[in-house]
């Protein structure tokens, strides 16, 4: 069946940086466009950024020019780079596969405190 799985979440001190991957199987990874959401605690989950079966991305307002949304279709998977991280990108973030069927993954808590 498919599944999405993430890590590289953690711990992090405001200004700092984290890369989150999410590795797809069960799926034809190339055809789809992926993407991440986050679900900050106590507000309903957000988009992200998008990366398309093309390449191309889309983000959020409030992560353009911090947050960089790549895939690797020869590894079945997607990332997240995530710079000058704040107290409010504290959230748990899903992975998205869109196409003919849609799939999440479970999430990675990521927490920006110092």
């Known amino acids: 069946q498919v599944q999405l799985v993430e890590s590289g979440g953690g711990l992090v001190q405001p200004g700092g940086s984290l890369k989150l991957s999410c590795a797809a199987s069960?799926?034809?990874?190339?055809?789809?466009?992926m993407a991440w959401y986050r679900q900050p605690p106590g507000k309903q989950r957000e988009w992200v950024a998008t990366i398309t079966r093309g390449g191309s991305t889309n983000y959020a307002d409030f992560v353009k020019g911090r947050f960089t949304i790549s895939r690797d279709n020869a590894k079945n998977s997607v990332y997240l780079q995530m710079n000058s991280l704040k107290p409010d990108d504290t959230a748990v973030y899903y992975c998205?596969?869109?196409?003919?069927?849609?799939?999440w993954g479970r999430g990675s808590q990521v927490t920006v405190s110092s």
């Open positions: 998205y596969a869109g196409g003919t069927m849609a799939y």
């Open positions: 069960g799926m034809a990874f190339s055809i789809y466009n």
